[in-house]
């Protein structure tokens, strides 16, 4: 059963901010997510009663500190329905994900005249590590490009595969417009042609089931705190035949097998691409916020994200100059918007005096933007905890900022 008063006291945050006066409307989850009591916890009691350094220890708690990450690491495997636990590697997030991918995987191969495939709504993330390595290799970034609505135009990017083409990198769920993107459609296009795919799903592993082994995707990045698990941490998925024939990312410590002043040798997968200690706590953390999200479901959480969507839609469409960026048939939980010609920074500022916590700016796609032709949006995503009368006191705001402008 779907609780939403039992979702929102298991937040501290949520919590305390629905006691203030204005009550706190945080809709700034594509940004982060706040934290549920079950991962602030299990973070403590890592720091409380389990820490260790990890692989190396001989020690009970060495022991117990390499099982709680190594379990954390069995926990993203299930949530992605990887084939091989060594697949998972943790990293920093999303953005650390993908320029792994750029500089070990792509920069060894990709040569003068290659092609790398993004789409227009990309996270600066996935989009300036390509663009980089495009410009040091002499090969060119091809923009699959959107239409009005913010769906990607599949006849323009089926054209554009061809045996130039390197790598295909595509956001599954835009942070800016909240299309879902159809991914299983436009991997399976890029894979008949033997065409590497990396998918960012940053925004979307908190909202749906993602099977990669099913999606067959070659990569899968995505960062723990959009997902209610600590700042610091995520994942990279990677098929083993990829992982195992790339270079290492960073050199130090865990990561090598033999080292020796001349020449060294480095660790098996995943451990080749952890150099240095990890981001433990996180793990552990990322493994707790995983247990949540399962315990609730993703059906039932993509459910009461589709209902706030549906509602917010229908409300913020019923005022008078309102305008919202991104319509797309598939979409999710985000709802990108301009109101008459207020600058989105300055609503931002009113609806903080009404306590609703919202985005305003690029959010991180400045040639998206530039595409709809506007500065940028204000943006008020959803989570878990998230309810109507948190929109129906955004509209009100918005009522407001119509009020004083
Ligand atoms: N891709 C998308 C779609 C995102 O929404 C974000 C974060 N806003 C990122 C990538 C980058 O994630 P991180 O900052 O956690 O690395």
Known sequence: MFQIDQIRTTFPLINQGSQQSPPLAYLD???????????????????ENENANIHRGIYDLARQATDDYEAARQKAKNLLNAAKTEEIIFTRGTTESINLVAQSFLDAQLKAGDEVVITAMEHHSNLVPWQMLCKKRGASLKIIPVNDAGEVILEEYRQMLNDKTRMVALVHISNSLGTINPIVEMTQLAKQKGIPVLID???SVSHMEIDVQALDCDFFAFSGHKMYAPTGIGVLYGKAAHLNAMEPYQYGGEMIRTVGYEESTFNTLPHKFEAGTPNIAGAIGLGAAIDFIQKIGLPHIHQHLDDLLQYATEKLGNIQGLRLIGTAQQKTSIVSFLLDDVHPHDMGTILNESGVAIRAG??????????????????????????????????????KVQAIF
């Not at 989850?29 to 299990?42: F, G, M």
């Not at 991180?364 to 008020?380: E, S, W, Y």
Request: a positive charge; one cysteine or more.
């Open 29 to 47: 989850n594509a940004a982060t997510t706040q934290k549920p009591l079950e991962v602030i916890q299990r973070i403590q009691a890592y720091y």
């Open 201 to 203: 799903g940053a925004q």
């Open 362 to 399: 690029h959010h991180c796609t400045m040639p998206l933007m530039r595409r709809f032709g506007i500065p940028g949006t204000a943006r008020a995503s959803f989570a878990v905890y998230n309810t109507k009368a948190e929109i129906d006191q955004l509209a009100e705001a918005l009522k």
